[in-house]
Structure formats: structure tokens, C-alpha cells
């Protein structure tokens, strides 16, 4: 069984930027697309960014478009989220999560999803 775990999150300032880096372990995972979600307390997951398996699809919400770049290396079984010019709104937990039944979507919803790490909190201060 694939498990994820993410790391990178912290506080930083208004413009900052953090890199978020969702491990895996076991191979199978370079053959799922992968997502990463937002959530703020009382809300649900929000969509940031997807990849395909190999990479050569991407996705974005409109709030990350030209400030988050979403990449991996298979070689070394990771996704990374690249957060640019960060705002205080982009505060939330940041969770990526596999898709074990597609290895070219990059669907936005949560549902589509069914594998889950345990998150990591981001902070952007004013």
C-alpha cells in the first residue's frame, strides 16, 4: 500500500515562498496522477494544482495560476508544490493526495482521490 507524506509547510511572511514536497513509498505511486488540496478549518478541501503520472499534464486553480508550480520526480517517488508570492488567503493545511485508478487526469475535485497524506500547515502572515 502507497503511503504519503508531506513536509515543507511552515509560516512565513506575505511574498514568501515555501516548497512542499509529497514523498511516497512504493513505485506504483509514479503511475498515479497527484493533487494537492487546501483546507482552512470549517471548509472543505479545495483544489491548488495536479500532475499526471508522467508529468506532461498540469493543472491549476485560478488563485495559483502564476504563483505555484506543481512538479515531480519519479526517480525519487515525489511531488512538489512550489509556492511563489505567497498571500495570507493561501493560509490552510496542504494536503496531496493520489489517484490510484488514472495516471493522466488532473481532476480538481477531491473525490477523484483516494489516497490521502496527513497534511502540512501553511502560514502566511501580513
Known amino acids: 500500500q502507497v503511503q504519503l507524506v508531506e513536509s515543507g509547510g511552515g509560516l512565513v511572511q506575505a511574498g514568501g515562498s515555501l516548497r512542499l514536497s509529497c514523498a511516497a513509498s512504493?513505485?506504483?505511486?509514479?503511475?498515479?496522477?497527484v493533487g494537492w488540496f487546501g483546507q482552512v478549518q470549517g471548509k472543505g478541501r479545495e483544489f491548488v494544482a495536479a500532475?499526471?503520472?508522467?508529468?506532461?499534464?498540469?493543472s491549476y486553480a485560478n488563485s495559483a495560476k502564476g504563483r505555484f508550480t506543481i512538479s515531480r520526480d519519479n526517480a525519487k517517488n515525489t511531488v512538489y508544490l512550489q509556492m511563489n508570492s505567497l498571500k495570507p488567503e493561501d493560509t490552510a493545511v496542504y494536503y496531496c493526495a493520489a489517484d490510484q485508478d488514472s495516471s493522466w487526469s488532473v481532476a480538481d475535485e477531491p473525490s477523484q482521490y483516494d489516497l490521502w497524506g496527513q497534511g502540512t500547515q501553511v502560514t502566511v502572515s501580513s
Open positions: 512504493g513505485r506504483a505511486f509514479r503511475r498515479y496522477a
Open positions: 500532475i499526471s503520472a508522467s508529468g506532461s499534464s498540469t
